[in-house]
């Protein structure tokens, strides 16, 4: 899901920051590495979140677990 919405999003918000920056007395160009970048970022917190969230659901007592629901 998270490639799925960088995929969607890295268009937009290309398009987004060159139409922000296009009156900038100091233009820079955007390159592709940054977009990269940002999605892999995201898709490695996204990564390390759920390993850690399975890593304890997998360690827990399922006993507790059922005791409080």
Known sequence: ???V???IAS???WWAMNNWLEDSAYRIN???WM???AGLAAVVMTL???GWQAVQAATGNLVDSLRDE
């Open 35 to 37: 977009f990269v970048l």
């Open 48 to 50: 390390l979140t759920a």
């Open 1 to 3: 899901m998270v490639l």
């Open 11 to 13: 268009p937009i918000a």
């Open 30 to 32: 955007i390159q592709w």
């Open 5 to 7: 919405a960088f995929v």
